[in-house]
T-cell receptor, first 115, second 110 residues
Framework: DARVTQTPRHKVTEMGQEVTMRCQPI?????VFWYRQTMMQGLELLAY????????DSGMPKDRFSAEMPDATLATLKIQPSEPRDSAVYFC?????????????FGDGTRLSIL | QKEVEQNSGPLSVPEGAIASLNCTYS??????FFWYRQYSGKSPELIMF????GDKEDGRFTAQLNKASQYVSLLIRDSQPSDSATYLC??????????FGTGTSLTVIP
């Protein structure tokens, strides 16, 4: 059963440190999404890619966040420097052929705590 | 500003009853509609999607779409305690982006 794989599953670090989260989309999927979920804000879209090209990252704080897809099997989300307000669950999702009614498939998430 | 709105609940129903979850959206250009279930501490998982007006049934789940009223709902028949979760409505507009509601928390009481 194909799955989106995210690493690490949990991350605890101190304020000011760099955090890198990784995502392996389902093989063959051509779109990748990064979300942040908190109790207060719910699920927020940070960035998404189609065929490895960034299409929209307007939901992402540009001064500290960056998202890349160095190849079709890897997407990364970096926070530098991290702040306590970045504590959240970060989900990656991938999908196929967004011109049709294909859904997104979510990874298990990275639970990030910034002390 | 595109919006997807859900009643946050919590919604409580007795076991065996029908649970009704509702979602409204702001943009008439919306194309596809998805319901995800999210258990506490887990990732969202797809339950159903619908893109045509009317009803779509899958087992105990029925999705209903009314584009004129900009309204999509999810009915869960014969609710079970295992259905207790947060249900997220997602709407896809033209292009590639999804917009999620904040979710409705459902509790099925044994």
């Amino acid at each position: 059963d194909a799955r989106v794989t995210q690493t690490p599953r949990h991350k605890v670090t101190e304020m000011g440190q760099e955090v890198t989260m990784r995502c392996q989309p389902i093989l063959g999927h051509n779109t990748v999404f990064w979300y942040r979920q908190t109790m207060m804000q719910g699920l927020e879209l940070l960035a998404y890619f189609r065929n490895r090209a960034p299409l929209d990252d307007s939901g992402m704080p540009k001064d500290r966040f960056s998202a890349e897809m160095p190849d079709a099997t890897l997407a990364t989300l970096k926070i530098q420097p991290s702040e306590p307000r970045d504590s959240a669950v970060y989900f990656c999702a991938s999908g196929l052929n967004w011109d049709t009614n294909q859904p997104q498939h979510f990874g298990d998430g990275t639970r990030l705590s910034i002390l | 500003q595109k919006e997807v709105e859900q009643n946050s609940g919590p919604l409580s129903v007795p076991e065996g009853a029908i649970a009704s979850l509702n979602c409204t959206y702001s943009d008439r250009g919306s194309q596809s509609f998805f319901w995800y279930r999210q258990y506490s501490g887990k990732s969202p998982e797809l339950i159903m999607f619908i893109y045509s007006n009317g009803d779509k049934e899958d087992g105990r789940f029925t999705a209903q779409l009314n584009k004129a009223s900009q309204y999509v709902s999810l009915l869960i028949r014969d609710s079970q305690p295992s259905d207790s979760a947060t249900y997220l409505c997602a709407v896809k507009w033209g292009g590639n982006q999804f917009y999620f509601g904040t979710g409705t928390s459902l509790t099925v009481i044994p």
